[in-house]
């Protein structure tokens, strides 16, 4: 008799046990997922403030976006270096976002860079023969719809490639 309630004890207990680890671990991987959510909006973060920074060292490299005429080496080799900085961070929020450790609100405003880069029709040229060969097919792909269905900013012209001949308004 006694050996049946020592029994049914331990078995109570370790049921008990159970249910506790269950919960603890259920804690631990809310706050690791709260965690690595806050890692990838701080890394998004990081990324946009270095490409401002960027911007602020290299004017340069934004003016050529709107610049009539041929783009100097340099501005070509700046601007292309931006772009390429600039959309290998979309493509990694676009990531974290597919992932689920970004939210809707942060990839919003990621998804407005993109538009507000694709609009403009020397990085249309650059995207078609130079961007879209240096990030994942399938980021590619979804650039494309964007670009697709957001307008040209016709205010800055067309040019016949990425680094040259944008006309004079």
Same mark, same amino acid.
Request: aromatic share 4%.
């Given at each position: 008799m006694k050996l049946e309630k020592l029994s049914s004890l331990i078995e109570a207990l370790s049921s008990i046990a159970?249910?506790? *680890? &269950?919960i603890v671990l259920i804690v631990e991987i809310r706050q690791n997922t709260s965690a &690595?959510?806050?890692? $990838? =909006?701080?890394?998004l973060l990081v990324s946009a403030q270095n490409e401002l920074l960027a911007s602020v060292d290299h004017p340069d490299a934004l003016i050529a976006i709107?610049?009539?005429g041929d783009l100097t080496p340099e501005e070509i080799v700046m601007l292309d270096s931006? &772009?390429?900085a600039s959309i290998r961070s979309r493509e990694f929020a676009w990531l974290q976002y597919q $992932?689920? &450790?970004?939210?809707? #609100?942060q990839w919003d405003t990621e998804l407005s860079v993109i538009r507000g880069l694709t609009a403009q029709p020397r990085i249309r040229l650059w995207w078609t023969e130079q961007g =879209? *060969? =240096?990030v994942s097919v399938k980021f590619a792909d979804f650039v494309d719809g964007v670009i697709k269905n *957001?307008? #040209?900013n016709t205010q800055m012209g067309a040019g016949k490639t990425w680094n040259r001949a944008l006309p004079k308004d």
């Open positions: 159970v249910v506790i *680890t &269950l &690595l959510n806050a890692q $990838s =909006r701080q890394a709107g610049k009539p931006w &772009l390429q $992932s689920g &450790l970004i939210d809707q #609100e =879209r *060969t =240096r *957001t307008p #040209e």
